[in-house]
């Protein structure tokens, strides 16, 4: 049984959504995620400044078994990523939800959030996967 | 219903996470591949390979049988217990499977072989075994355990009787030796020194405990296919199989062609294919951002390629693969990677030995 903090809201795609207020949500990958890929070898991250729609492929997560894209889970700009991952990407699997945070997003609508999986519906899409 | 190995309760007392490996349920990891990795590099690992299959091959003509059905020489073993890698081919000279076979005395070897093509190759044993007085015997009474690194030798000898420890004293790589209840090799799969040792199926779970209080690391199947990339070993299935011929998998130096009367299954064939120039397998490396992975396509000036098996090498803390290309030497190529192509260098594959960069 995996780690799926209730504060936090979900993509299917397994991205997970912190809101810091003022319209800025951190983003990251779900503990669920990073278990199934396995070691972390890269993460590409977007650029500060980028615009970014929801579902667009954004960054890349590179493990020793597979690479997988990240989606946008709003639209906005991105105004932050964690610089750390460039040296340190197992952080990722250390600390998915803490320390191993990929990106900020200022969104554009945060209400947008709203339509986003809380802890249960994110669980329940693992379970039909 | 999948097959368990005598280690299978270990495994999940470790932490284990289980994966389906050609119908047997082995560990993948024990958390993290990359420090497992590492561990082999360093220090010690230790690997359950309960799923190879052991054959013994004895009898009056287990000699000429066996120069029959390997394209390397078993007569060119003389010291009792020595090793010798070969492929076994089919008449068009692809790749039935790739082996070990022991040098005991000429009426006496034994083969270990891989799990995924089992019974094919018992078959294929079986079936070449036609008209030579040889007695093929499976071993299904014993665990294996591969223990590797530069800390495995003497980790392993702790749980070594005096016997024991005196029968591989001074044992050269690739050789083995019967000490009482142990089959003890210096043979591997990661490019370190270490042993290779069938243990009787009721001592393995002790066994395995005991080298893990000696402070031997359990390693997954996910590490084991990181450490032989890095050492250039081949993987059955991935850089070969039954329309790839040894020549172009980077095995024509398990090709015995003298003496020239030798017959062998797929000699015909392969003597046509090295008339003809063959493709061949070469080592790539990115330094760059990314990994390369198996079944990315490749261009050469002399046309296209695949990379076989690729990973992230944690050792050298970049990509590296291995790939078909047309025959030539660029000293470079293009890979494409997730719609882009990338240009990487073309080098010898074997990347890491003994813990050290081979680049």
Known sequence: ?129 | MSSKTALHAKHLEAGAKMVDFFGWEMPISYGSQIEEHHAVRQDAGMFDVSHMTIVDVTGEQAQPYLRYLLANDVAKLQDKGKALYSGMLNEAGGVVDDLIVYHFDATNYRLVVNSATREKDMNWLLSKAEGFAVTITEKPDFAMLAVQGPGAKDKAANLFSEAQKEAVAGMKPFYGVQAEDLFIATTGYTGEAGYEIMVPVARAAQFWQELLNAGVKPCGLGARDTLRLEAGMNLYGQDMDETISPLAANMGWTITWEPAERNFVGRQALETLKAQGTDKLVGLVMKEKGVLRAGQKIKTDNGEGVITSGTFSPTLGHAIAMARIPAGTPATVEVEMRKKWVTVDVVKPCFVRNGKSAL
């Open chain 1, 1 to 129: 049984m995996s780690n799926i903090p209730s504060d936090l809201r979900y993509a299917a795609t397994h991205e997970w959504v912190r809101p810091e207020g003022d319209g800025v949500f951190t983003v990251g990958i779900s503990e669920h995620a990073q278990d199934l890929l396995g070691d972390m070898v890269f993460v590409d991250l977007p650029d500060a400044g980028d615009k970014v729609s929801t579902g667009d492929d954004v960054a890349v997560a590179e493990s020793v078994k597979a690479a997988s894209d990240v989606y946008a889970p709003l639209t906005g700009e991105v105004i932050a990523i964690n610089e750390d991952l460039e040296d340190s990407p197992e952080l990722v699997n250390s600390d998915p939800y803490g320390d191993g945070w990929l990106f900020k997003i200022k969104a554009d609508d945060p209400e947008e959030v709203e339509g986003l999986l809380n802890a249960e519906g994110y669980q329940a899409s693992i379970d039909e996967e």
